[in-house]
């Protein structure tokens, strides 16, 4: 079956601009993961959705970020005022419910802000 | 808080070698511990996991880890290299309940010589 997907692969803005990131997760998984990974690290947690509802998001860095899962499938993550320091690779995940669920990561969106 | 030390920035093997890649976590019970493998433009795939029960795991491609509490560690390890076992390798810990979000090393480069 199909993966998770991630649109657009990559994005460059400019600084201070608004950006969407998209994530389709694999069908029927309840729980949908957030991370970024900046190089030469591995990968942070930013939002856990369970269903509509961001269940956790501790690992958003500031205002400037929000994420949506309006019906619990697809999600997007919404950068406001880009600085230079977001670029990083955008990740993605799902997972069935429960703790522990293996996690399927998408291929992740590049984002680069000059 | 979970964490997770990866030694090892850069590890290089000749093909055919046996290959071990240290990881050493923190957590207060016990977790699940996770490998994942990250190839040049490819997303992450697991290669496996550890819950509870027998503290040998076998994953994909060959792989196995070994989970050792009294050391804190989950060590992966193959025992003869392939060419295309050169990847970006990463352990992560996951909480046993509460929150699901996992928490990854800064992972280890594997390089691979004739």
């Known amino acids: 079956g199909a993966g998770v997907s991630q649109t657009p692969s990559n994005k460059v803005t400019e600084k201070g601009k608004y950006v969407e990131l998209r994530c389709d997760p694999i069908?029927?998984?309840?729980?949908l993961y957030w991370y970024r990974q900046s190089l030469g690290q591995g990968p942070e947690f930013l939002i856990y959705?369970?269903?509509?509802?961001?269940?956790?998001d501790s690992g958003l860095p500031n205002d400037r970020f929000f994420a949506v899962r309006p019906e619990g499938s697809v999600s997007t993550l919404k950068i406001q005022r880009t600085e230079r320091g977001d670029s990083a690779v955008y990740l993605c995940?799902?997972?069935?419910?429960?703790?522990?669920?293996?996690?399927?990561f998408g291929p992740g969106t590049r984002l680069l802000v000059l | 808080a979970q964490s997770v030390t990866q030694p090892d920035i850069h590890i290089t093997v000749s093909e055919g070698a046996s290959l071990e890649l240290r990881c050493n976590y923190s957590y207060g019970a016990t977790p699940y511990l996770f490998w994942y493998v990250q190839s040049p433009g490819q997303g992450l795939q697991l290669l496996l996991k550890y819950f509870s029960g027998d503290t040998l795991v076998q994953g994909i491609k060959g792989f196995e880890a070994e989970f050792k509490r009294s050391q804190s560690s989950f060590n992966l390890r193959k025992p003869s290299v392939h060419w295309s076992d050169a990847a970006e390798y990463f352990c992560a810990v996951g909480a046993s309940f509460g929150n699901e979000k996992l928490t990854f090393g800064t992972g280890t480069r594997l390089t691979i010589i004739p």
């Open positions: 069908s029927g998984h309840t729980a």
């Open positions: 959705f369970q269903g509509t509802g961001a269940a956790d």
């Open positions: 995940a799902s997972s069935v419910q429960g703790a522990g669920e293996t996690q399927y």
